[in-house]
Structures are given as C-alpha cells and as structure tokens.
C-alpha cells in the first residue's frame, strides 16, 4: 500500500524539514535556534512548504535552505 501525501496529513512530514532548514539558519546569521525558527516559519519559503499542492515537501533541507536564502533574504533588500 502507497501512503499518499495529502493537505491533512502533510504536518507529519514537516517537523524535520522545518528543524533542519532552521539549524541551517541558526549556524549561517548566528542566531538562536528558536529565532531561526521563527524567521523559518514567517518566511515565503514556509507558505510554500505547507501547502501540499506546491509540492516543496518533495524537497530536502538543502534545497529549502537555498530557496530560502535566495527567496526570503534577497527580496528584502533594495537594489
């Protein structure tokens, strides 16, 4: 039996996505591990992340890392 990944059963997944991309986090702007987890779950990347139909929870946290980095902290700063 093939389990299916759905909106409703997808929070099973996420907890160790989320704690690894927030270490990634933590160590890189040399923050707390609780402050990179709560910039992880107010970024873009997360809105992502949690809807199922994206399909981010096909990626790893290496990946979540980059487009967090390119997507969240990029888009904050004037050119």
Do not use: C
């Amino acid at each position: 039996m093939r389990a299916e990944i759905t909106q409703q059963n997808l929070y099973l997944i996420l907890a160790g996505k989320v704690a690894a991309v927030a270490a990634f986090i933590a160590e890189d702007e040399q923050i707390s591990p609780l402050d990179a987890l709560t910039k992880f779950y107010a970024s873009e990347t997360y809105r992502h992340l949690e809807r199922e139909e994206t399909k981010y929870w096909h990626l790893g946290p290496v990946a979540l890392y980059q487009y967090y980095h390119t997507i969240d902290t990029t888009s904050n700063k004037s050119f």
